[in-house]
């Protein structure tokens, strides 16, 4: 499971021109979710990034959680975080299939949810327009099979 979560003052996501999503300061989560990748994996996962200080304390170092800041998220599925880059056309065979992937996805905001984060979302294979004003920036890429 990959992540690449960004600090946000406010991001959102349009699907087919309506507002699908919106938050304001938290993370802009880009999630991509790979053949292996288990429950575990988004437990872990949404254990990193809930705990994850990177927001300024009143003496201006990067010292508070997501909680502590009354943070929310917005999540993303992004299959081509697995995307093969070896030619020009990049090929997504190493992404999860859908039957293995949305639920993951669905688990990984649950998880989040569970320890008390307004979670928004996109939508699963979508066609998105997602929009962020990047506070930093700030932008973090986790992988399972590193952290």
Same mark, same amino acid.
């Given at each position: 499971?990959?992540?690449?979560?960004?600090?946000?003052?406010?991001?959102?996501?349009?699907?087919?021109?309506?507002?699908?999503?919106?938050?304001?300061?938290?993370?802009?989560?880009?999630?991509?979710?790979?053949?292996?990748?288990?429950?575990?994996?988004?437990?872990?996962?949404?254990?990193?990034?809930? $705990?994850?200080? +990177?927001?300024?304390?009143?003496? %201006?170092?990067?010292?508070?959680?997501?909680?502590?800041?009354? *943070?929310? !998220?917005?999540?993303?599925?992004?299959?081509?975080?697995?995307?093969?880059?070896?030619?020009?056309?990049?090929?997504?065979?190493?992404?999860?299939?859908?039957?293995?992937?949305?639920?993951?996805?669905?688990?990984?905001?649950?998880?989040?949810?569970?320890? $008390?984060?307004? +979670?928004?979302?996109?939508?699963? %294979?979508?066609?998105?327009?997602?929009?962020?004003?990047?506070? *930093?920036? !700030?932008?973090?890429?986790?992988?399972?099979?590193?952290?």
């Amino acid at each position: 499971m990959r992540a690449v979560v960004t600090r946000v003052r406010e991001a959102s996501v349009q699907i087919e021109g309506r507002l699908h999503g919106q938050i304001q300061t938290g993370y802009l989560i880009l999630l991509g979710i790979a053949p292996a990748d288990t429950t575990e994996d988004a437990v872990h996962m949404a254990e990193k990034i809930i $705990h994850l200080r +990177v927001f300024s304390d009143d003496a %201006g170092k990067m010292n508070r959680a997501l909680a502590e800041v009354g *943070g929310e !998220v917005l999540v993303i599925s992004q299959f081509t975080l697995f995307a093969d880059l070896k030619k020009r056309r990049p090929g997504v065979s190493k992404a999860a299939k859908p039957e293995h992937a949305i639920p993951l996805y669905e688990e990984f905001m649950a998880q989040l949810e569970m320890r $008390h984060v307004h +979670v928004e979302r996109g939508e699963f %294979g979508a066609d998105m327009q997602v929009f962020s004003v990047n506070d *930093g920036p !700030v932008t973090l890429i986790f992988d399972t099979t590193e952290v």
